[in-house]
Every structure is written in structure tokens, then in C-alpha cells.
């Protein structure tokens, strides 16, 4: 069976910082692309990033340069730091392996 658990979020000021874990089961995690999404109050889902199994990172525009996505192949995890956050970045985080597999997400709320 499929697992994916988010942890790490929290409450933290405009201009901290946060990092999310996101700890895998069940499949070959080292093959596998994670992709972390967001969905912000009353908002739809939002693509943050993706980190493909050779390490290659993506993100969405608003994210670059102060997201991170790493993974540790080791561990079965992956990891979202996120640096300079906004209130705007207060949403659920979820990972996510495919369309239907998705952990419970972590809820980071920026505000001071």
C-alpha cells in the first residue's frame, strides 16, 4: 500500500521559514517523482514543485528561488524547504506520487 506523510508545518512570520517532510512506503521510492502541491483557504489546488528521481527539481514561478525540493533516497523522504515565506504561502501542503496517491498534508500558516 501506497503511504505518503507529510510533517513540518506549522505557524511561522512573514519572512521565516519552514521545512516539510514528506515520508514514503510502498512503491520504489527512489524511481519515483514527488510532486508537492498547495491548496490555499477557499482556493483550488496549486502545483509548488516537483523532484524527479534524478534529482532534477521544478517549480512554479511564484516559488522559485525561495522553495527547495530534495529527496534522500535513503530514507524514503522527501523534503520542500521554503524560505522567505509570504501570507500567501498559508495553505495545506500535500506530497504526492501520482494523481491518486496523495499524503493527508501539513497546514503552514504565515502571519504574524
Known amino acids: 500500500e501506497v503511504q505518503l506523510v507529510e510533517s513540518g508545518g506549522g505557524l511561522v512570520q512573514p519572512g521565516g521559514s519552514l521545512r516539510l517532510s514528506c515520508a514514503a512506503s510502498?512503491?520504489?521510492?527512489?524511481?519515483?517523482?514527488v510532486n508537492w502541491v498547495r491548496q490555499a483557504p477557499g482556493k483550488g489546488l496549486e502545483w509548488v514543485s516537483g523532484?524527479?528521481?534524478?534529482?532534477?527539481?521544478y517549480y512554479a514561478d511564484s516559488m522559485k528561488g525561495r522553495f527547495t525540493a530534495s529527496r534522500d533516497n535513503a530514507k524514503n523522504t522527501s523534503y520542500l524547504e521554503m524560505n522567505s515565506l509570504k501570507p500567501e504561502d498559508t495553505a495545506v501542503y500535500y506530497c504526492?506520487?501520482?494523481?491518486?496517491?496523495w499524503g493527508q498534508g501539513t497546514q503552514v500558516t504565515v502571519s504574524s
Open positions: 523532484i524527479y528521481s534524478n534529482g532534477n527539481t
Open positions: 510502498g512503491f520504489t521510492f527512489s524511481s519515483s517523482t
Open positions: 504526492a506520487k501520482s494523481i491518486r496517491d
